[in-house]
C-alpha cells in the first residue's frame, strides 16, 4: 500500500506537461491568449503530481511551461500598458489634430 501523494507507477495518468510547455511557447511566439491554456494544464499537472498521480518526472517540465506562461502575461499586460500611454501622451500632444488636418488637406 502506497501513502497518500505518493507516486505509485501503476496506471499512471497521461502527462500533460509537454502541451503545457508547448503551448506556453506558442504564447510567447505568436499567440499570447494560448499562454492561458499552458499555464492552467502545467497548474494542473503540477497538482496532479503532488497528489502522487502523474510521474514527478515531468515536474520541471510543467515549472517552464508555468514560468513561461506567466512571463507571456507579464508581457502582454506590459504591451498593454504601453500602448495605451503611447495613445494618451498622443492625444494630449493633439497628435490626432495634425493628424485630422493632414487628412483634410490642412483646411
Known sequence: MTTPGAYSGAFPEASQAT???IFSIVGLVCCPFAA????IQA????QAITAGR???LNQGTANAARIIAIVVGVLTLLSILAIVALIATGVSFGVFEELRD???GGF
Open 43 to 46: 497548474k494542473a499537472e503540477l
Open 36 to 39: 492561458i491554456v499552458g499555464y
Open 19 to 21: 502541451s503545457a510547455l
Open 54 to 56: 502523474r510521474d514527478p
Open 102 to 104: 493632414l487628412d483634410t
